[in-house]
C-alpha cells in the first residue's frame, strides 16, 4: 500500500512536471535561467544592502575556493533496550560500521558551496571482524550573509553489531550485517543574529574570513528523513523476546524537525590564526514508524527531544590559503516505548584549500544560472 502511494504521488507530480516543462519549452525558459526568473519570479531582486563590517569580516566575492576534507569518523547506532538476557548481559544492538577514513571534495564561489565525501579503501584503524561499509554523501549550501541554507545526502551499507552477547555463531565473533543501511536526508537553515561582524561560515566553508574575534547569536530549524533497512529482520532472534512488537521489522523511518538556539564565536590571534566553537541545543519533534517486510506499518510513535550538536574548530585562513582542523559531533534519538534506536555521528578531520581568481566562464555562468542580484 506504501509502495502504491508512492507510485500515485509520483504520477501526479510527473504530469505536472511534464505539463510544465512543455508550456516551459514553448517559452524556450528552462534553458535559460535568466528568462526563467524574469517570467515567474519577475519582482525577485537579492540585494545586500547592508554589508559586513569589513573590520570583522573579509569575503571573496570574485575568488573560486576548492578545497579537500580528510576526516576520521565515529558513527554509532545503537537499538536500546532496559532488558538483559539470562546469563546477565546486554540484548541492545550496538551497530557500528567500518569506515577508517573519508576523503571529501568542495567547491565555492560566491554564495554557492558544493561538495561530496566518501570512504577510503585505505588500511587505516580497520576494525578486524567488521562488515564492509560504504559511505557517501552529496551537498549543496547557499551561504547568504545572514543565514545559511543547506541540503545533505548521505548513505552507508554495512553495519556490524559489535555485542557479542547476541551473536549465536560460535564462528564468528560479531554478527555482520552488509544488508543494513542508513539513508538521510537534510535541509537546514541557519539564521545568524550578529552577521555584520560575526561569521559562523567562515572556519566551515571558508566563504569568509573572520579579522576580528567575535561572538554571535545562532538559530538553527531543519527537517530531516532518517531510514534505517535491512533485508531481513534488525534484530537476532533472541533479542526479540525482549523487544516489544519487534517481529519482522525491517525497516525504521525517523521524520525530525528541529529547532535548535546555539552560541557560537570565532577567536582570531597572530592576524591569520582562528579558534572556533558553535554548540546548539536543539529541540527535535520526532516521528517514528516500523515497518515489516510486508510493508506493513505496525508501530507509530512521536516525541520531544533535546540533544547535542557542535562544531570546534582551530585553523588558519590567508587571502589564498586556508587549513584548518576540526571536530563535529552530531545526534539523534527516537522512542519506541520500552527500546529507543539512538545515532551518533562524530566527524574529527582537516582541511586544506586554496582560491583562485574565478575565471570568466563560470562568472558568465553564475549570473545567468542565479536569482538577480546573488
Same mark, same amino acid.
Given at each position: 500500500m506504501r509502495k502504491l502511494s508512492v507510485i500515485v504521488v509520483f504520477f501526479i507530480f510527473s504530469e505536472i512536471f511534464f505539463v510544465n516543462i512543455v508550456s516551459a519549452q514553448k517559452e524556450n525558459v528552462l534553458l535559460h535561467p535568466d528568462k526563467f526568473y524574469k517570467k515567474f519570479f519577475p519582482n525577485l531582486r537579492i540585494k545586500n544592502k547592508k554589508p559586513f563590517d569589513s573590520l570583522y569580516i573579509k569575503t571573496y566575492p570574485n575568488y573560486l575556493s576548492v578545497g579537500t576534507h580528510f576526516l576520521l569518523p565515529k558513527i554509532y547506532l545503537?537499538?536500546?533496550?532496559?532488558?538483559?538476557? &539470562?546469563?546477565? &548481559?546486554?540484548?541492545?544492538?550496538?551497530?557500528?560500521?567500518?569506515?577508517?577514513?573519508?576523503?571529501g571534495f568542495s567547491a565555492s564561489y560566491r554564495f554557492v558551496t558544493a561538495g561530496f565525501a566518501l570512504a577510503l579503501n585505505s588500511n587505516i584503524a580497520k576494525n578486524e571482524g567488521y562488515a564492509h561499509t560504504s559511505y557517501h554523501t552529496a551537498t549543496?549550501?547557499?551561504?547568504?550573509?545572514?543565514?545559511? /541554507?543547506?541540503?545533505?545526502?548521505?548513505?552507508?551499507v554495512g553495519l556490524t553489531d559489535i555485542n557479542e552477547s547476541n551473536n549465536q555463531d560460535t564462528s564468528h565473533r560479531y554478527i555482520n550485517r552488509e544488508d543494513i543501511s542508513i539513508k538521510e536526508f537534510q535541509f537546514e537553515?541557519?539564521?545568524?543574529?550578529?552577521?555584520?561582524?560575526y561569521s559562523y561560515t567562515a572556519p566551515i566553508d571558508y566563504f569568509q574570513r573572520q579579522l576580528k574575534s567575535r561572538v554571535g547569536i545562532l538559530l538553527k530549524a531543519g527537517v530531516y528523513y532518517n531510514q534505517?533497512?535491512?533485508?531481513?529482520? /534488525?534484530?537476532?532472534?533472541?533479542?526479540? !523476546?525482549?523487544?516489544?512488537?519487534?517481529?519482522?521489522v525491517l525497516e525504521i523511518v525517523n521524520y525530525n524537525v528541529k529547532v535548535a538556539p546555539g552560541v557560537g564565536g570565532n577567536l582570531v590571534f597572530l592576524r591569520k590564526f582562528y579558534l572556533s566553537a558553535a554548540v546548539f541545543t536543539p529541540y527535535n519533534l520526532c516521528f517514528n514508524k516500523l515497518y515489516t517486510y510486508d510493508e506493513k506499518l505496525i508501530s507509530n510513535a512521536t516525541s520531544i527531544l533535546i540533544t547535542l550538536d557542535g562544531v570546534v574548530s582551530l585553523g588558519y585562513q590567508s587571502k589564498r590559503l586556508y587549513a584548518g582542523?576540526?571536530?563535529? !559531533?552530531?545526534?539523534?534519538?527516537?522512542?519506541?516505548?520500552n527500546y529507543s534506536v539512538n545515532t551518533l555521528y562524530s566527524y574529527f578531520g582537516m582541511d586544506? &584549500?586554496?582560491?583562485?581568481?574565478?575565471?570568466?566562464? /563560470?562568472?558568465?555562468?553564475?549570473?545567468k544560472t542565479m536569482p538577480p542580484g546573488m
Open positions: 545503537d537499538i536500546n533496550s532496559p532488558h538483559s538476557n &539470562g546469563a546477565g &548481559g546486554s540484548v541492545s544492538s550496538n551497530f557500528r560500521t567500518n569506515v577508517s577514513d573519508i576523503i549543496i549550501k547557499y551561504n547568504g550573509p545572514k543565514y545559511s /541554507l543547506q541540503f545533505r545526502y548521505m548513505k552507508i537553515g541557519i539564521y545568524n543574529f550578529g552577521w555584520k561582524k534505517v533497512q535491512g533485508d531481513s529482520n /534488525l534484530l537476532s532472534g533472541s533479542q526479540r !523476546a525482549y523487544f516489544d512488537n519487534f517481529d519482522n582542523i576540526k571536530y563535529q !559531533a552530531d545526534s539523534k534519538r527516537a522512542n519506541f516505548g586544506v &584549500g586554496y582560491r583562485f581568481i574565478a575565471p570568466k566562464i /563560470l562568472k558568465k555562468i553564475y549570473k
